[in-house]
């Protein structure tokens, strides 16, 4: 039967290659089949597969286009009460986020696709893409904000992105994108990528968005919390520090994960959010998503549909450039731009490398093609309202399952397409299945730290500027502009010292040709008088 099985499997894969079909992908031409590549997309998007809800999940924190509009009237005298958007039991604006979920599901599916499958058609390299991590955190927490509390509106930010994605696209067209990424010092580039990682993994530690386990305090600003009780408006432990049952549930959810990436196992992040959303989708407990409260019995009714096709509605073209005048969207603009154009030089390099794809010059077959579609990628990305388009890291698992050409990208980008059918499930993944996930994205990325120059302070001190900043300030642009401004006025000390030793030894050199002008000089005035005495001297005469 197996023998059968391999025979079938080797006609199939030497039928497909010397087709056109199989020309077409350069199959034969990079030592790889058509079964090999197939395994490969299926490696690459079960490494990735997490980021739908992960992605949805972010940004809906941002509230999106939802507003005060969408609110519920007060009941007594038919008012809406400004910080209703703060209100977890206003089912008027409850409704609004829980639409705009499913639209951010789909539209992270949809720009995931459509990135793999150009990815894949037009530069023929197995990289999967999908929204970037970082740059979706710094979106909704940092610009736009927790329910728009932040200095930006979701539609500017959406023009924020759309530009971004013009930019990068342009830049990678004319070449500039090596040029623009030397300008940063590596360590604060090295800096950035761990930065980043403290900052997605604070964000999965806090009860929005993730287990719980840190919360608000009076008097240290943060402390340990994963209370079974919590004051719904300023979220400070009310009882039961570290008694809740979510928390814990994560906990073994995040165990789950570690011991799968231990042991080398595809797909372990996928499994640990499984574990976790499998229990939580059991009514009845106290870990369930679907409490019996009206708005977990309209969620739950969603969810046994399974399968449905939602139409994006207020994210699709959700685009305004009103308040372009203010700095805060440079900044966005120009920090997105630099993480955009960092991440994906890093990305493609290592990928390539890891996939023999690299040639003796440095530069791997399909370079130009994939800046190009990484950018425009983004601006799809802000067409349906989700954050920057990247290309991801876990594609690695697919190149090591052997896949080498764009057919692992295309088989990513269907799985990505099938995805769109199952909003109903991915719409009810817990919090604290997802934030798991995210302090394991922050684990991931802090391995370049050790690429960083501690010894030199000039290179270590940024890099740390840079790091602590993040999280701490709950900013990227923080942490980049934080470390820079250290690292440049390190820089500039150096040469101020350095041109004052100029100016001392310039003056010391000054001196002595002087004091030598002036021995000299003394030297041939004694020896005229001398001569002069000399000549004069009767008695010698």
Same mark, same amino acid.
């Given at each position: 039967m197996v023998r059968d099985w391999n025979t079938i499997q080797k006609g199939l894969d030497q039928a497909i290659s010397k087709s056109k079909f199989g020309r077409f992908f350069n199959l034969e031409a990079r030592k790889t089949t058509f079964t090999r590549?197939?395994?490969?997309?299926?490696?690459?998007?079960?490494?990735?597969?997490?980021?739908?809800? =992960?992605?949805?999940?972010?940004?809906?924190?941002?509230?999106?286009?939802? $507003?005060?509009?969408?609110?519920?009237?007060?009941?007594?005298?038919?008012?809406?009460?400004?910080?209703?958007?703060?209100?977890?039991?206003?089912? +008027?604006?409850?409704?609004?986020?829980?639409?705009?979920?499913s639209d951010l599901i789909v539209a992270t599916s949809l720009s995931s696709m459509i990135g793999s499958f150009a990815m894949g058609l037009f530069a023929n390299l197995p990289f999967g893409l999908a929204p970037g991590m970082g740059a979706n955190a710094y979106l909704a927490y940092n610009l736009v904000g927790y329910h728009g509390t932040g200095p930006i509106p979701y539609r500017t930010a959406m023009a924020v992105v759309l530009l971004e994605g013009i930019a990068f696209l342009c830049i990678a067209v004319l070449g500039l994108r090596a040029k623009l990424a030397r300008?940063?010092?590596?360590?604060?580039?090295?800096?950035?990528?761990?930065?980043? +990682?403290? %900052?997605?993994? %604070?964000?999965?530690l806090q009860a929005h968005q993730g287990v719980g386990l840190v919360g608000p305090d009076p008097a240290t600003l943060l402390t340990l919390s994963a209370c079974r009780s919590v004051d719904p408006a300023s979220?400070?432990?009310?009882?039961?520090?570290?008694?809740?049952?979510?928390?814990?549930l994560g906990f073994v959810g995040f165990i789950i994960m570690c011991y799968g990436l231990m042991k080398?196992?595809?797909?372990?992040?996928?499994? +640990?959010?499984?574990?976790?959303?499998?229990? $939580?989708?059991?009514? +009845?407990?106290?870990?369930?998503? %679907?409490?019996?409260?009206?708005?977990?019995?309209?969620?739950?009714?969603?969810?046994?549909?399974? =399968?449905?096709?939602?139409?994006?509605?207020?994210?699709?073209?959700?685009?305004?450039?009103?308040?372009?005048?203010? $700095?805060?969207?440079?900044?966005?603009?120009?920090?997105?731009?630099?993480?955009?154009?960092?991440?994906?030089?890093g990305t493609l390099y290592t990928m390539a490398e890891i996939g023999g794809l690299v040639n003796e010059e440095g530069g791997f077959e399909g370079e130009y093609v994939a800046y190009m579609v990484d950018a425009g990628s983004t601006v799809v990305g802000s067409a349906v309202g989700v954050s920057p388009i990247a290309t991801y890291i876990e594609s690695t698992a697919g190149i090591r399952e052997g896949g080498r050409t764009g057919l692992t990208a295309v088989v990513v980008g269907v799985y990505f397409g099938l995805s769109i059918f199952l909003t109903p499930m991915l719409t009810s993944v817990p919090p604290w299945a997802v934030g798991p996930s995210l302090v394991m994205v922050g684990v991931l990325m802090m391995k370049v730290v050790k690429e960083i120059d501690w010894e030199n302070v000039r290179e270590g001190v940024p890099a740390f500027v840079t790091m602590v900043l993040m999280p701490l300030t709950y900013s990227i642009s923080n942490g980049i502009v934080g470390g820079i401004g250290v690292y440049v006025a390190l820089g500039l000390c150096d040469y101020v010292v350095g041109w004052i030793k100029w100016v001392v030894e310039m003056k010391r050199m000054v001196a002595r040709e002087r004091n030598q002008i002036s021995a000299a000089a003394t030297t041939t005035t004694a020896a005229a008088e001398l001569r002069n005495v000399e000549s004069s001297d009767p008695v010698r005469d």
């Open positions: 590549e197939l395994r490969a997309g299926t490696a690459t998007f079960l490494t990735m597969a997490y980021i739908i809800s =992960v992605n949805a999940t972010i940004i809906a924190d941002s509230g999106g286009p939802c $507003s005060v509009s969408d609110c519920t009237a007060l009941p007594a005298n038919q008012t809406v009460d400004p910080t209703c958007t703060l209100d977890p039991n206003n089912k +008027g604006y409850q409704n609004c986020l829980s639409k705009l979920k300008l940063i010092p590596s360590s604060i580039r090295l800096a950035c990528a761990a930065g980043i +990682g403290l %900052f997605i993994a %604070f964000v999965g979220g400070e432990c009310v009882g039961g520090k570290m008694q809740s049952p979510t928390f814990w080398n196992i595809k797909g372990s992040m996928i499994y +640990g959010m499984l574990f976790v959303t499998l229990i $939580s989708w059991i009514r +009845g407990t106290s870990v369930t998503i %679907f409490p019996h409260t009206p708005l977990g019995d309209t969620n739950y009714e969603y969810f046994k549909n399974v =399968v449905d096709f939602h139409k994006i509605e207020s994210t699709f073209w959700a685009i305004s450039f009103t308040n372009f005048n203010r $700095s805060q969207v440079w900044v966005a603009l120009a920090t997105l731009l630099y993480v955009d154009v960092l991440a994906t030089t």
